[in-house]
């Protein structure tokens, strides 16, 4: 096992460096200046070419990626060129709060999904089961932001119990910060539910047919023990993969549900660099979501040879 | 450990009795309800052109905002235009949106899956890393790129779509495909010095399909939302072409003047999503090759 | 006994009496701010920011006025060559430095020479600073500039600490230090920028909240909802087809005021290959477009009415309007006859680029349904912002949706468009008589000269029309009841002396 992930480790170097070259490239190969974007209305000629220039802008692309290779591997990830603000550190600043979020969200998910799908698959056909699906159809049919504008408007405008806005660090203000991501994570974590339910149902669904659940069941043990030791822990192989993937996902940052919720993540920050071209940001964001990846899947496959463990190496 | 007695068929290709399909299919109400919303939905998009109905693009300044009438049965909307109409011609980009953005995702990535799965080694290597690097890149970044380079519209949302969805059908179908292959079964068919495609197709698809059917019809679902979300950004369709997301998107500025406008494409994106998954469903039920 | 009842009293009333004093205002924002230094800052959002941070040389009333803030008094020299500025005494910036004479030449050298500063072209005309005495200065110029004291009423005349931008450099942004009532706490991008009240503000009487909080929000519903969910006390720029809601909502109070600047359509007249078609060739077409659309139409079916029609650069409320030009009805004969005189009776396909945000989307598409009426065929071409401004300052375009925020001065509104070799001349319109007419309407402080050359300006450019102007956007707050004594300026910032907050 532990070579097993030295392995990937090692390996992980030539996928982050080839993530950093496809996104730096695309965003360079796009059209549109950043200086003149961020120039806004004070378009004077000298100033802009001055600053494109001094941000090395006209240098050729591998050029200018080397020198952000260069300063990376120093600890500079460059600044924005919106606000001058230094990467390394928005990145400081938004990493927390996406952190929580996904972690909120994740949560809400597999409480809600799993129980339901385990639940579904073993009421199959009866009206436990419509009912468990139709509601996490509901959870996934509904786009975020519709979602989050109709809670804003019943939860905070109408009925005043949850703030409609505003982050606050968690180590600050634990209650405060939880009530300002609670209906942000709701509304992320109703759409995973649904997948998390879905795939659970269906795995679970393949495995309680299996001889080993008859045996297990001709056995005498109870139902609550074959359910949950012998059926959920072999479903768990689609259900462990879809769930690391989708923590990888949240962690790329919600950019609609911050958006309506003004929660200051990833997401939206990532977004709003690539329509302004602020190259440096999004390098620096793709990076650090690319390593989350990384080890999301490492964990993803790790988990799966504990839980299978024919599923090692030939 | 999802050992298979000898008593129990191998899981065979798709049951050459289609009969036993169809039976399955018409015992299961959910699938039914499912495949019949698929279908009208499809239906109706299809047919779009030839319906009674007004021009989608047609504006009526005078009309601006109505609530349903004999005239505009769902309303109109921001600039006068009638809903019904909107609301059938974007039948098409919707479908289309999350249709065909699957079928790039499971066409590319299905394949990639099994190979990776099946062959290990460097291939598995290659192919898992180059899925990294493709989540790392976020979709919302691909939507945007694809839509300077070549302009926002629908088709590229759904290549934006479809191609950000390909790394969850490579993941799941690799990690089953290797599941199945520590089967015994399996195992004994290799040693027999069974062909591989042979194999593939014998033993493995048929395995991986459940899941890969949930999560397709989970994408689907997805697809159609993302095209909503990214009109929210000012891609994906545009206008004046109708789709149910873009039409969602405006409509939440008049939440409160003008409701309908929210809830008609609301609804159709959700039957829509329901018909597909429960329908689904249905197929995963009745292609289970286990469910003898 | 007695004594401790007294004490508790006084505790009680204290801590009262500071629950009391404990204000801050949340702003809604449309956008989140730029960098915060008034040098190298380039958006309208910020202005906002700066309205309650950095005080200028001076102000302007509702009414367009100069009045003094940092400066109390000025004079012009006969030949219109010197400004000689009387500067206020006793003011100070936040960390303590004093502001005389010599803060202000700094200033203006900063903004001058710092290579990355946006703020030259609107100090081009001084030639020279002298500082006279500690609260006197004196401007020489190279010629004689009217719009310099505008320029003055803006992020030009804003006063920075020296000490705080000699030792900071291009990274003064990140640490702000003015003059202005409230000073810099902190700022997170996309999240909030914090001001504290600051306790030696010359005017701090006027100031009454303790704390301002801006809270960037770009959706207009979630916005509103936050206001009316009581999670911000004020917002700007209040979508036009809320404002019913708003009227009808017992709990808020709305003012509004009609901006300096326009949105309208830019076409490509000489700026490349883009203007080689008859739409950029031929000024028949271009007026014939311009009378196929029914501005009061469009203001009342897109933005309810709430904004102002406009056919010139200055909207028709202000002193610059050209009287002998009002805005046009809408004539699809005259249009089409016109479509024929040039040779297109039988109609003639366009396209116009439009940023692809929802309420220019659909302000375009009512004037794509009006235009094709009178034959003209329009093909929208949504495009990302970025995209856009790189074509349109590349000459990639037939004809652009675009706007402008304004300025105080009416030069600000029409001379770096509509010159030959102007900054953001993106037609590419170039017409000597104009120029000349444009840069002596600039250089003379006389308002009858000015006004005489701005209309004789207007007589060519109805004719050539290489903008088409469409509408003025009216600035549009909607407060929380708690918030009193809000004025609406032209200009949209937010000047927060003499507002309360209630608790």
Known sequence: ?314 | MSALTASQTPAGTLPKKRSRFWAKMRKNPAALLGGALVLFFVIVAVMAPLMPIVDPTATDWLAVRQAPSAAHPFGTDEIGRDVLSRMIWGAQASLLAGVVSVAIAVCLGVPLGVAAGYMGGWTDAVISRVTEALLAAPFLILAIALAAFLGPNLTNAMIAIGVSAMPIFIRLSRAQTMSVMTEDYVESARAVGLKPLVLVRRYILPNIFPPLLVQATLTIATAIIAEASLSFLGLGQQPPAPSWGSMLNVAKNFLEQAPWMALYPGAAIFLVVLGFNLLGDGLRDALDPRDH | ?503
Request: glycine residues 6%.
């Open chain 3, 1 to 503: 006994m007695i004594r401790t009842k007294h004490i508790a009293l006084a505790l009680a009333f204290g801590v009262a009496a500071t629950a009391l004093q404990a204000q801050d205002l949340r702003i809604g924002l449309q956008e989140d701010p730029d960098v915060l230094d008034p040098d190298q800052s380039r958006t309208f959002v910020g202005r906002i920011v700066y309205a309650s941070m950095c005080d200028k040389l001076v102000d302007i009333t509702p009414g367009l006025e100069i009045i003094p803030q940092l400066a109390t008094g000025w004079q012009w020299s006969d030949d219109g060559l010197q400004l000689t500025m009387t500067l206020r005494e006793g003011v100070v910036f936040h960390d303590g430095t004093a502001f005389n004479a010599e803060a202000v030449a700094a200033n203006i050298d900063r903004s001058q020479n710092l290579p990355e500063s946006r703020r030259k072209s609107e100090l081009g005309s001084i030639t020279g600073v002298e500082v006279v005495d500690d609260h006197t200065i004196a401007f020489t110029l190279g010629a004689p500039d009217a719009t310099l004291l505008a320029q003055f009423a803006d992020r030009a005349g804003m006063m920075l600490s020296p000490t705080a931008f000699e030792a900071a450099g291009t990274d003064f942004g990140l640490n702000p230090v003015c003059s202005g009532p409230f000073s810099f706490v902190e700022r997170i991008q996309q999240d909030r920028i914090v001001l504290d009240r600051f306790a030696d503000y010359w005017n701090a009487d006027a100031i009454n909240v303790d704390s301002v909080t801006f809270l960037p929000m770009p959706d207009t519903t979630v916005r509103l909802a936050n206001l009316r969910a009581g999670d911000l006390d004020m917002l700007e720029r209040l979508a036009a087809t809320d404002v019913a809601s708003v009227q009808a909502d017992d709990s808020l109070t709305m003012e509004q005021a009609v901006s300096l600047g326009y949105q309208g359509i830019t076409i490509n007249v000489a700026n490349g290959a883009g203007a080689d078609n008859p739409l950029g060739q031929d000024e028949r077409i271009r007026q014939a477009l311009s009378l196929s659309i029914d501005r009061n139409v469009i203001n009342q079916v897109v933005f309810e009415g709430a904004f102002a029609p406009g056919n010139q650069p200055f909207p028709p409320t202000s002193p610059w309007y050209n009287d002998a030009y009002p805005v046009p009805e809408r004539d699809v004969e005259a249009a089409r006859s016109l479509l024929a005189e040039a040779g297109f009776a039988d109609g003639i396909d366009i396209t116009v680029q439009v940023p692809n945000n929802p309420v220019q989307l659909q302000m375009m598409q009512v004037v794509q349904a009006m235009a094709s009426e009178a034959g003209i065929n329009i093909e929208l071409q949504a495009k990302e912002f970025a995209t856009l401004l790189a074509d349109q300052s590349a000459g990639d375009y037939q004809a652009s949706q675009v706007g402008w925020s304004g300025r105080v001065d009416p030069d600000g509104n029409i001379h770096q468009f509509m010159t030959t070799d102007g900054g953001i001349n993106d037609s590419a319109y170039s017409n000597p008589e104009v120029d000349r007419l444009l840069n002596e309407a600039r250089t003379s402080t006389d308002t009858d000269v000015r006004l005489a050359s701005y209309n004789a300006a207007r007589d060519i450019l109805i004719e050539d029309t290489p903008i088409i102007y469409l509408y003025h956007v009216t600035w549009i707050w909607a407060l929380d009841d708690a918030v009193q004594g809000f004025v609406p300026y032209p200009d949209g910032m937010i000047r927060l002396e003499g507002v309360t907050l209630a608790e």
């Open chain 1, 1 to 314: 096992m532990l070579a097993f992930i030295g392995r990937r480790i090692l390996i992980a170097i030539p996928t982050i460096i080839l993530i950093s070259v496809f996104v730096f490239t695309l965003q360079h190969l796009l059209p549109g200046d950043p200086i003149l974007v961020l120039a806004g209305e004070e378009r004077d000629p000298e100033v802009l070419e001055f600053l494109r220039e001094k941000y090395r802008l006209n240098d050729p692309i591998p050029v200018q990626y080397l020198a952000w290779v260069g300063n990376a591997l120093q600890g500079d990830l460059g600044i924005s060129l919106r606000t001058n603000q230094p990467v390394l550190e928005l990145i400081g600043e938004k990493l927390p709060v996406t952190l929580q979020l996904a972690t909120m969200a994740l949560i809400i998910a597999m409480v809600i999904g799993i129980p339901a799908g385990v639940l579904s698959a073993y009421k199959k056909g009866t009206w436990i089961d419509w009912v468990a699906n139709i509601v996490a159809l509901s959870g996934l049919s509904v786009p975020n932001f519709w979602l989050g504008i109709m809670m804003i408007l019943l939860v905070s405008v109408q009925l005043g119990w949850l703030p409609a806005s505003g982050y606050q660090p968690f180590a600050d203000d634990p209650l405060q910060s939880i009530k300002t991501m609670l209906m942000p994570a709701f509304v992320l974590g109703t759409a995973i539910a649904a997948t998390l339910m879905r795939h659970t149902r269906s795995a679970m669904l393949s495995v309680l047919k299996s001889d080993y659940i008859r045996t297990a069941r001709a056995k005498g043990l109870a139902e609550r023990v074959v359910l949950v030791k012998h059926a959920l822990r072999n479903a768990l192989v689609p259900i462990v993969t879809v769930t690391t993937l989708i923590f990888g996902e949240l962690l790329a940052g919600a950019v609609l549900t911050e958006q309506i919720f003004t929660i200051p993540g990833f997401g939206k920050l990532v977004v709003d660099a690539v329509f302004n071209r602020d190259y440096a940001v999004v390098q620096g964001i793709v990076l650090c979501t690319g390593i989350a990846f990384i080890f999301m899947n490492l964990l993803a496959d790790v988990a799966q040879r504990i839980l299978n463990p024919r599923m090692r190496d030939k």
